[in-house]
T-cell receptor, first 108, second 114 residues
């Protein structure tokens, strides 16, 4: 089976940098993905890491360490619209398993 | 436009009734998934399918059933055996099950038992 752990809530101010961590246990692993979900909406894909290291996409970056079963999402230059829930997800051999999500609250 | 469509957006069910949630995609994706989301919770996997005429139970399959008769369609039936069905249901698809592919989600169906 698979299980993922991430903080339930993170708060930050506009313009700041925030890091959301994710640790996982899995019986099969292709990679770690990150999704954003605004309240009541559909999750949308942010990034994917299959190999160790940092992937950068604009203001968002994602990191993976396969040996530590650990990854993080880094959000820079925070904006109010970044207030949302962020989920890490493990891609296994045939499934996509999500963590419980981290609610990010960005204040002025 | 390519995408994944769920219907209806809101659904009310009386206790003891079966209801079917629709999920259709025109992205030519092989893999499709059903998730349940409860308030403040993550996405829990109900069923998934990698190819037509084949599907597998996820973590919380009890009280649910699915079919995959066509590549584009993956309907979910919430049966009367599901004791607490009120939740937000999300359908997703990806080009392959496992391995570097982005999952696309529908807008969800909010099911309420009345």
């Amino acid at each position: 089976g698979q299980s993922l752990e991430q903080p339930s809530e993170v708060t930050a101010v506009e313009g700041a940098i925030v890091q959301i961590n994710c640790t996982y246990q899995t019986s099969g692993f292709y990679g770690l993905s990150w999704y954003q979900q605004h309240d009541g909406g559909a999750p949308t894909f942010l990034s994917y890491n299959a190999l160790d290291g940092l992937e950068e996409t604009g203001r968002f970056s994602s990191f993976l360490s396969r040996s530590d079963s650990y990854g993080y999402l880094l959000l820079q230059e925070l904006q109010m619209k970044d207030s949302a829930s962020y989920f890490c997800a493990v891609e296994g051999y045939s499934t996509l398993t999500f963590g419980k999500g981290t609610m990010l609250l960005v204040s002025p | 436009d390519g995408g994944i469509t769920q219907s209806p957006k809101y659904l009310f069910r009386k206790e003891g009734q079966n209801v079917t949630l629709s999920c259709e995609q025109n992205l030519n994706h092989d893999a499709m998934y059903w998730y349940r989301q409860d308030p403040g919770q993550g996405l829990r996997l109900i069923y998934y399918s990698q190819i037509v005429n084949d599907f597998q139970k996820g973590d919380i399959a009890e009280g649910y059933s699915v079919s995959r008769e066509k590549k584009e369609s993956f309907p979910l039936t919430v049966t009367s055996a599901q004791k607490n069905p009120t939740a937000f249901y999300l359908c997703a698809s990806s080009s392959s099950a496992g391995g570097s592919s982005e999952a696309f989600f529908g807008q969800g169906t909010r099911l309420t038992v009345v």
